[in-house]
């Protein structure tokens, strides 16, 4: 008799244990959850096996292979979509010719199974239900039978008032193969909601068994707690590893190769796996601990669950909490009640994991943290909580109201009581919330704030060179990932916050190391005025206007229904441009662009340039931080070579002595600072070295390579709007239009691509790679980039992404590629 083991659920309920591991592989007593089915089935002599296959299926088919190492048969069927538990039972039809039980993967039993099928036989039911009794029978579905067995009213999840039994479904079923033939194939059908109610109404053979013994649904982190306890006292009747040991009232399972120091304390009963190490003086009660892992001198161990191959520091205290697998807990840790650490973890020395957190793969506590909430899955936080001066993390998901608050009162803690703080934010709702929770950290900490609701990044900046609040913070939709929040810190000068100051807030985040106002020190919320008027004042005075004015621009502008279009058309006004304005309007569902919208956008924007013989166009992104740019003729300008333009433009009408651009800029800069006598400054690829350039250097203007351009005078930031004036400014004074002085450069080709690289791997290939270089023209600001007369190459570690990102320039196409996959191959070496 064939068994088919039902093991493709993603598990969410179990998150974070399943985030890299399908649900039947999650371990239980040292096994995954389905090797304790196995156990079962061969028990009762079930030992050709269907396993039916969908989310992460490798992990189960590498592990089990045959079946021949658990003494049964195993085949797989995989399925490609989820087609429900009786549609993935369908897929294996051709496998199932004669009578089958069906089993879950991830579910904890002892049942006897012998009995059922005989009960099923006896009753020459067509298909019988396994049913349990439960104190609380809501989660499942409740099956009310007759003397006979005989089904007759089904309840799939009832409510207390649908409760007329607390008899309920086991997902353990035996069936004739002829009721396959009532599952419609590749369609999602369901054994509770869709096949068992039909052959109910139809009077078919449907008998349910109650069975007695030992079950349990481990669907979630409560349940999988409670399934070990279970375990441990005996009220279930599986299979341990190990040679049980006895003292006196305790009992130890005891894997190979263990090393007990003197003085460990056993309560309770204990499993443990193989190669496990324990400290002297430690404490163990009620716990299971996996193979491989180091306990240090002094733990306090109880009520827990330790995967694999992690280590315990001395003095580390875990109290009924989940630690998987290559995970370290540093010395003087604690964890409390409910608490889970995933896979590939490190807690700091002495952080405290409060009950209930969860700490997703990957991530880092610093030493000393208060973790109070739980540092979710997603690409961000895995070693830091700031990318340069932002918190970037997937909205109402990484970056919650919680998460907002704290953030907040962190950052008013480093500023100070009766300080003040700047908030704006762009038009999405996410937005919205997370500023408003924002603001209520702040008030908490005594610091006031000054609302400017939704008025772009750059007004933000000049209303912090005011003087009047010590620092500012932004929230909006991620530019280019409509899922993701940013949340951006500033200086009370108007420039990113300084990276010292963002660590700061950081430990104070982690460490909860802030004090609370009181009542009557709480902050208080106020709505400046006339901001608009002082940034448009100001904004023409830095201009000269009059030769703006003079030129008669036709100009086409696409404000990417950002927050400019409140500002920028009545400063547009006062420069009689005839200008033809796009997406002027603010619209929340269009704060985000992917790369292939903003070429779309461009796309749009191009022919409208062109058929109105237009003298230049400009698409601005929604916060009005960036631009990109369409020549009089139509042709998109990259935003490496509008730096060369800008720049060629800029030098031919100011006198300028030094001027800065990122190591990632086009080695044409060079070439055109040249001819100008001008020095050129090479700075870390980001804007708050762009930033730090125009104080600490006193360059004479700063160029980016995204779009962004600082004109000193006016802003400490990029501004889209003052840079698309400045830049028609440009083209009035010289007399130019952008694709004439696009045709002036050299051709030139810069390539750009990345490798996968693990965080734990980033040091490694850079000590490689200046190993490597040691001997070459090299600079080392940002990366490692290399250079010679007729190309340079950049490798530099990605600070968001699991990735080095390699840049090469040269002016020959062969070249530039040739040293694109040179050193993509030498960056994978060095990983090794």
Excluded at 30 to 55: G, R
Excluded at 384 to 390: M, V, Y
Excluded at 633 to 639: E, L, N, T
Excluded at 802 to 826: G, P, Q
């Amino acid at each position: 008799m064939k068994t088919v083991i039902m093991a493709g659920g993603f598990g969410m309920r179990l998150r974070p244990l399943t985030s890299n591991f399908p649900k039947p592989m999650v371990y239980i007593a040292n096994k995954p959850m389905m090797e304790h089915i196995l156990d079962l089935l061969k028990k009762h002599n079930l030992t050709d096996i269907v396993a039916l296959l969908y989310f992460r299926p490798e992990e189960i088919t590498s592990y089990f292979g045959d079946g021949k190492r658990f003494g049964v048969k195993i085949e797989y069927v995989l399925a490609t979509a989820d087609y429900g538990t009786a549609g993935s039972v369908r897929n294996a039809k051709d496998f199932l010719n004669d009578r089958f039980l069906i089993i879950s993967g991830d579910v904890l039993t002892d049942i006897d199974l012998s009995k059922a099928i005989k009960f099923h036989v006896e009753k020459k039911s067509l298909a019988t239900m396994v049913l349990t009794r439960l104190e609380n029978p809501l989660p499942y579905g409740v099956v009310i039978t007759d003397e006979e067995g005989r089904t007759s009213r089904f309840l799939e999840k009832p409510t207390w008032g649908e409760v007329f039994s607390d008899t309920v479904n086991t997902g353990i079923y035996i069936l004739e193969p002829e009721v396959l033939d009532e599952i419609p194939y590749h369609k999602e059908f369901d054994f509770s909601k869709n096949l068992f109610p039909r052959m109910l109404n139809r009077k078919e053979r449907l008998f349910g068994y109650v069975a007695d013994g030992y079950w349990r649904d481990v669907g979630n982190l409560v349940e999988y707690a409670h399934a070990h306890q279970d375990i441990l006292e005996g009220r279930v009747k599986i299979e341990i590893l190990g040679n049980l040991l006895r003292r006196r009232k305790e009992k130890i399972w005891v894997g190979k190769n263990v090393e007990v120091k003197p003085d460990v304390e056993f309560k309770g009963v204990v499993i443990l796996g193989n190669n496990v190490s324990l400290g002297s003086k430690s404490v163990i009660y009620n716990s299971v601990i996996g193979d491989r892992v180091k306990v240090g001198e002094e733990v306090k161990i109880s009520r827990s669950i330790i995967w694999r191959d992690s280590t315990v520091g001395h003095r580390a205290v875990l109290n009924e909490s989940i630690v998987c697998n290559n995970t370290v807990v540093e010395d003087e840790v604690t964890l409390f009640e409910n608490s889970v650490i995933s896979e590939d973890c490190r807690i700091g020395n002495r952080a405290q994991i409060k009950t209930n957190v969860k700490v997703w793969p990957g991530k880092e506590v610093e030493a000393g943290s208060i973790l109070s909430s739980s540092l979710v899955w997603g690409e961000r936080w895995n070693r830091e909580l700031f990318t340069d001066a932002k918190v970037i993390g997937l909205g109402n998901v990484e970056i919650t109201p919680e998460f907002a608050v704290k953030l907040g009162a962190s950052f008013g803690a480093l500023l100070g009581k009766g300080s003040s703080v700047v908030t704006s934010r762009d038009a999405g709702k996410s937005s919205r919330m997370t500023v408003r929770a924002m603001i209520a950290g702040l008030l908490s900490t005594g610091i006031n704030v000054f609302d400017l609701v939704t008025l772009p990044i750059p007004v933000m900046r000049f209303e912090l060179k005011s003087g009047r609040e010590k620092g500012g913070i932004y929230v909006r939709c991620s530019p280019l990932n409509r899922k993701q929040i940013d949340v951006i810190f500033f200086n009370g000068n108007g420039q990113d916050l300084p990276t010292a100051k963002a660590k700061s807030v950081e430990r104070l985040f982690f460490r909860e190391d802030f004090r609370r106002a009181s009542v009557d020190e709480t902050g208080h919320i106020s709505f400046p005025q006339r901001v608009i008027e002082s940034y448009r004042e100001a904004f023409l005075k830095a201009l000269d206007s009059s030769i703006v004015k003079d030129a008669g621009f036709k100009v086409v502008v696409d404000y990417s229904n950002g927050g400019a279009c409140e500002i920028f058309p009545s400063i547009f006004g006062a420069l009689d441009c005839d200008v033809i304005s796009l997406n002027a309007f603010l619209d929340p569902k269009k704060l985000t662009k992917t790369e292939e919208e903003i070429k779309q956008s461009l796309s749009q924007l191009s022919p409208i340039v062109k058929s109105l013989k237009a003298d230049v166009g400009f698409l601005l992104d929604a916060g009005a931080e960036k631009i990109w740019v369409v020549d009089e003729k139509g042709d998109f300008i990259d935003p490496d070579l509008l730096l060369l333009i800008v720049t060629s433009l800029f030098l031919r009408t100011h006198k300028a002595e030094k001027i800065a651009v990122p190591v990632v800029a086009s080695m044409g800069v060079e070439k055109i600072a040249s001819e100008y006598g001008v020095k050129v400054f090479r700075v870390r690829n980001d804007h708050l070295a762009m930033m730090d350039a125009l104080t600490s250097l006193k360059v004479d203007f700063v160029g980016g390579t995204k779009g962004g351009f600082i004109f000193p005078g006016f802003q400490m930031g990029a501004d889209a709007m003052f840079c698309l004036v400045k830049i028609l400014e440009l083209m009035a004074k010289s007399k130019k239009r952008l694709g004439e002085v696009k045709k002036e450069q050299g051709k030139l080709f810069m390539l750009k691509d990345f490798v996968p690289c693990p965080w734990s791997k980033k040091g490694q290939v850079m000590r490689n790679l200046l190993k490597f270089t040691q001997g070459y023209n090299r600079e080392l600001i940002d990366g490692v980039r290399i250079i010679e007369d007729d190309f340079w190459v950049l490798i530099a570690p990605d600070r968001i992404a699991a990735s080095f990102y390699i840049i090469s320039e040269a002016k020959d196409r062969s070249k530039a590629k040739k040293l694109i996959t040179d050193y993509k191959e030498k960056v994978m070496e060095w990983q090794k």
